[in-house]
Structure formats: C-alpha cells, structure tokens
C-alpha cells in the first residue's frame, strides 16, 4: 500500500552511514560541514520521512554547498526524476576521484541514462566494508532484485544482529522480504510479525517509532484484518504527527474496508466483467491524468472486453472530445445513449447528461447530474473528481481547493485532484501553495507525463524558463505530445533571448 509497494525502489537506495573518515569496516563519505545533517536526514529517510529527510539534507547543502553525501542522498529520496537526475549529477561533479561515492554516483546517474542499476557497486564496496549496514541492506536489495532472497534475508539478519539497537530499518525490510513475496496468512508471510516487533522495539522512542507502527498495520491489511490495520495506522499517527503515511494509510483502509464489506457508496456499473471495470477505471486515471491516447486504448478494451458496457463508450465519446475527433465523439456518443436503456438508472443519467450538454455546447447538464451523483455516492472517487475536473472553470479556486482537499482526504491515491490544486493556487497567485501541490503529485504519480508538465506552468508562472524547460522536456520524453509543443517553442524562445 505504501513504502516498499509504492516506493519500493526508493526506500532501498538510501543506503548511506554518516562518516567523514574511515570508521573501522564503515565506507568512508564525504559530509564536510554537513555531518549532522546527513546523519539526521539518512535517519528520517530510512524511516521513510521523505519530506523531513528531504528538508535535513537542503539544509546540508545550505551549509556546504560541498557536501557530496547530501546531494547523493537528497537525490535517493526524490521521486521528482527532474531534481533526481540534477542532484545525482551535482554529486558526481563534487565527488573525488577513487572514492567510494564517486562509484555511487556514477552508478545513479548512468542509472537515470537507463544504463546499469543504482546497485551495481553495492555488493564489491560490501565486501570492503562489512560493517556497514547501509551497505547491507543496498546488497539485500540487489539480491532480492536477483531473485535471490534467502541470501538477502542472510544478509539483513546478519547485520541487524551486528548493531540491533540502530538498524531497526534492517528488520524492516527484513519483514517485506516475506510481506512481498509470500502469501497472506501463510506460515512463510506471518514470519514478517516477529521481525517488526523487532523493528517496534529497536525504534520505541524515536522517531521512526511511526514507521515501525505503520509497517505493523500495512502486515495486517495484508491479511485483511482492517480494524488491526487501522488501529496501528492511527497509532503511526499519534506517535508521529510529521510522519506523512500514518494518515494516508488511515484514509486508504477506511477505504478498502468499505469496498470489501460492500459498504462503499458508489455508482452501480453495467457491466458485471471484472476485467472490463479493471480497463475502464484505468482509463479514467489517464482521462485525469491528461493522457487522452492512453485513455481512448483502455476504454476501447472495455469495451472489447463487454461490447454492452454504455459508459465505457460514453467516456471514450469524451475522451474523442479531448482529442478533437469529433467524428469518433458523435459515433460513440451515440451507441452509448442507445445502450442507456439497458444500463443502471444513474448510468443513464450521467450518459444522457453527456449527450445533452454535447448538444447544447456546454457543460451544464452534465455538471449538475455530476454533483447529484457525487452526493448520492460519497466513495466514488470518479465522481467527485468529476466535479473538480468538469466544472472548474466555473465553481471557482476556492471551491477547487475546497473540494480538492476534501477528495484526498478521502482517497490520497487519487492523485490527479493535486493537480487540480495547484492550478487554483496559481489562479489565486498563491504560488507556495501551487509549487507543494504539483510538487505532491509529481512525487506520488512520477510514472505519469502531465504532472511534469504542470510543474513546467509552475516554473513560467514564477519566471523560471529554464527550469519550465527541463519540465516540458521530462513529460515530452514520456509522451506528451503537448509538452513536445511547448518545450519547443520555449527553447526557441530562450535561444533568442541569448542571440
């Protein structure tokens, strides 16, 4: 659900001992004046304080603008491809010759060319120094990336053993090696149990007390026990008020709980095709992602994969909308609206409303048989972000922001409603407001290309061409065709500037 789900990738590669010398069987790193503050930053981070972690090693490069570790670490604990690639670069640029972190650093940055992995030089600088439970648990990631797991667990336990009072997060990711791999309630995953209470007592008292409750609440959803997950999640959060997952967590299993108890208020669908419900909500995140093309293809495979589902071919008629073809728009239109008779009453009237405000050349009917729906199903995510997306232009920034927030504390996985926010914030000039909000998306949703784009408006709003540039360029590399447009014309623009 989060952590090594979500960010699997992440949390493995801040792998990092604070030291400026050479600590007997520790890798040696390059801190400068900035000790404490990569020491305080690798701690947050390897209790998966991404935000707090981020803020410890700014503050590093704030006070040495030379501190190699902070530039590599900053770079492990960014989502935001953009500022990874510049942070491992800046790293690579400061690191001395022959030291173990230029080898990082090369690692990460040919790892962001899509050459080699972070993980490459893990195992051989392991060997060099083998008291060094980064390291350890660097190598346990790269043999678990092998398929190698037993040895990896060899590995964690070895470590955790060596220090247990300061490697809680060896423990950790020693539990996920069952929690991921092996099958809930199985004698295999409920070993998972034992090593977080290890955890839970090597972090008591700390700040990465949270984690360590919040790890205990993810084992239990797992095994679908909602009232002991939520109970451990709410406990993450009273442990620690700064800790971002505790009420996130919070939120998604109040969630999944309804929807597994066939509690959740949402709207009933035409189809009974699970595969078919599958494409036609992914569909939807592309819709609300700004990715029409990708959108169009999995409402097309709904539809193959239930030729009756009307409100597939209603959102693929919407879809055509986005993408200017009016002729597939009119076609699908349509089927859909032949369809409605045999559909559910309120599938019907979202199709009709559709149909309808296509005739007129507004928005209106469609928006307030929107937001009558949305009140009738209070967990149907589509639905209330549908009165976000559909009517923003006319509801205003406050009512944006308003229900924006309301729908992410609901659902934090819906994470287009970010988007949304920092448009408003913008329309407001609130322009702190607006960079966190992108910000929060491209971090939660880094896979999907508008978010970069959005951050690209950001950085034109506040002055900064060049950083829009590198924006336009990050989500035209991942297939906006719209950032391709607008990264080019802003180079040609810069380029005049300089001519």
């Given at each position: 659900?989060?952590?090594?789900?979500?960010?699997?990738?992440?949390?493995?590669?801040?792998?990092?001992?604070?030291?400026?010398?050479?600590?007997?069987?520790?890798?040696?790193?390059?801190?400068?004046?900035?000790?404490?503050?990569?020491?305080?930053?690798?701690?947050?981070?390897?209790?998966?304080?991404?935000?707090?972690?981020?803020?410890?090693?700014?503050?590093?490069?704030?006070?040495?603008?030379?501190?190699?570790?902070?530039?590599?670490?900053?770079?492990?604990?960014?989502?935001?491809?953009?500022?990874?690639?510049?942070?491992?670069?800046?790293?690579?640029?400061?690191?001395?010759?022959?030291?173990?972190?230029?080898?990082?650093?090369?690692?990460?940055?040919?790892?962001?060319?899509?050459?080699?992995?972070?993980?490459?030089?893990?195992?051989?600088?392991?060997?060099?120094?083998?008291?060094?439970?980064?390291?350890a648990n660097g190598v346990a990631r790269?043999?678990?990336?092998?398929?190698?797991?037993?040895?990896?667990?060899?590995?964690?336990?070895?470590?955790?053993?060596?220090?247990?009072?300061?490697?809680?997060?060896?423990?950790?990711?020693?539990?996920?090696?069952?929690?991921?791999?092996?099958?809930?309630?199985?004698?295999?995953?409920?070993?998972?149990?034992?090593?977080?209470?290890?955890?839970?007592?090597?972090?008591?008292?700390?700040?990465?007390?949270?984690?360590?409750?919040?790890?205990?609440?993810?084992?239990?959803?797992?095994?679908?026990?909602?009232?002991?997950?939520?109970?451990?999640?709410?406990?993450?959060?009273?442990?620690?008020?700064?800790?971002?997952?505790?009420?996130?967590?919070?939120?998604?299993?109040?969630?999944?709980?309804?929807?597994?108890?066939?509690?959740?208020?949402?709207?009933?669908?035409?189809?009974?095709?699970?595969?078919?419900?599958?494409?036609?909500?992914?569909?939807?995140?592309?819709?609300?992602?700004?990715?029409?093309?990708?959108?169009?293809?999995?409402?097309?495979?709904?539809?193959?994969?239930?030729?009756?589902?009307?409100?597939?071919?209603?959102?693929?008629?919407?879809?055509?909308?986005?993408?200017?073809?009016?002729?597939?728009?009119?076609?699908?239109?349509?089927?859909?609206?032949?369809?409605?008779?045999?559909?559910?009453?309120?599938?019907?009237?979202?199709?009709?409303?559709?149909?309808?405000?296509?005739?007129?050349?507004?928005?209106?009917?469609?928006?307030?048989?929107?937001?009558?729906?949305?009140?009738?199903?209070?967990?149907?995510?589509?639905?209330?972000?549908?009165?976000?997306?559909?009517?923003?232009?006319?509801?205003?920034?406050?009512?944006?922001?308003?229900?924006?927030?309301?729908?992410?504390?609901?659902?934090?996985?819906?994470?287009?409603?970010?988007?949304?926010?920092?448009?408003?914030?913008?329309?407001?000039?609130?322009?702190?407001?607006?960079?966190?909000?992108?910000?929060?998306q491209i971090r939660l949703?880094?896979?999907?290309?508008?978010?970069?784009?959005?951050?690209?408006?950001?950085?034109?709003?506040?002055?900064?061409?060049?950083?829009?540039?590198?924006?336009?360029?990050?989500?035209?590399?991942?297939?906006?065709?719209?950032?391709?447009?607008?990264?080019?014309?802003?180079?040609?623009?810069?380029?005049?500037?300089?001519?």
């Open positions: 659900m989060k952590k090594y789900t979500l960010f699997s990738f992440l949390i493995a590669l801040i792998m990092f001992a604070v030291s400026c010398g050479t600590s007997d069987g520790m890798m040696p790193r390059q801190t400068g004046d900035a000790a404490s503050e990569v020491e305080e930053g690798l701690y947050l981070a390897h209790n998966v304080m991404w935000d707090l972690a981020r803020d410890k090693f700014d503050e590093g490069i704030a006070k040495d603008p030379n501190c190699v570790s902070c530039y590599l670490n900053r770079g492990h604990v960014e989502n935001d491809r953009v500022q990874r690639r510049h942070f491992y670069n800046k790293a690579l640029e400061l690191s001395k010759s022959g030291h173990p972190e230029k080898t990082l650093a090369q690692d990460a940055v040919n790892w962001t060319k899509g050459e080699g992995g972070r993980f490459d030089s893990y195992q051989s600088l392991y060997k060099k120094y083998p008291n060094d439970p980064y390291l790269s043999l678990l990336g092998d398929d190698k797991v037993d040895e990896a667990r060899t590995v964690l336990e070895e470590a955790f053993n060596a220090s247990p009072g300061s490697t809680g997060f060896l423990s950790n990711l020693l539990a996920y090696t069952y929690m991921n791999r092996e099958e809930p309630g199985s004698e295999e995953f409920d070993k998972a149990a034992g090593h977080l209470r290890r955890y839970m007592r090597a972090e008591r008292g700390k700040d990465g007390f949270a984690n360590a409750l919040d790890s205990m609440g993810e084992y239990h959803l797992m095994k679908g026990d909602f009232d002991s997950a939520l109970d451990y999640y709410q406990q993450a959060v009273d442990a620690n008020p700064d800790y971002l997952w505790g009420p996130m967590n919070v939120a998604r299993t109040i969630r999944q709980a309804k929807w597994a108890n066939g509690e959740a208020m949402v709207m009933p669908s035409s189809t009974e095709n699970q595969d078919a419900k599958n494409a036609f909500n992914v569909g939807g995140w592309y819709l609300y992602n700004i990715d029409w093309d990708r959108a169009y293809e999995k409402f097309s495979e709904a539809i193959e994969l239930d030729p009756n589902f009307a409100l597939a071919y209603g959102m693929r008629a919407r879809t055509s909308a986005f993408l200017g073809n009016e002729e597939d728009l009119r076609d699908d239109l349509d089927i859909a609206v032949s369809m409605s008779l045999n559909a559910t009453e309120d599938e019907a009237s979202l199709i009709n409303a559709l149909a309808a405000s296509v005739a007129d050349g507004t928005n209106d009917v469609f928006n307030k048989t929107v937001e009558a729906l949305s009140v009738k199903y209070p967990d149907d995510s589509m639905l209330a972000f549908e009165t976000i997306f559909a009517t923003m232009a006319s509801i205003g920034s406050d009512a944006v922001i308003e229900k924006a927030n309301a729908l992410l504390a609901k659902d934090p996985d819906m994470t287009p409603a970010y988007n949304m926010l920092g448009y408003a914030y913008m329309d407001k000039d609130d322009l702190d407001n607006a960079g966190n909000a992108l910000q929060s949703a880094s896979n999907m290309a508008n978010p970069y784009d959005s951050m690209g408006d950001y950085y034109l709003a506040i002055g900064d061409d060049e950083s829009a540039l590198k924006y336009f360029n990050q989500s035209a590399s991942m297939g906006l065709n719209a950032s391709t447009v607008k990264a080019d014309s802003l180079k040609a623009q810069l380029e005049k500037e300089v001519e």
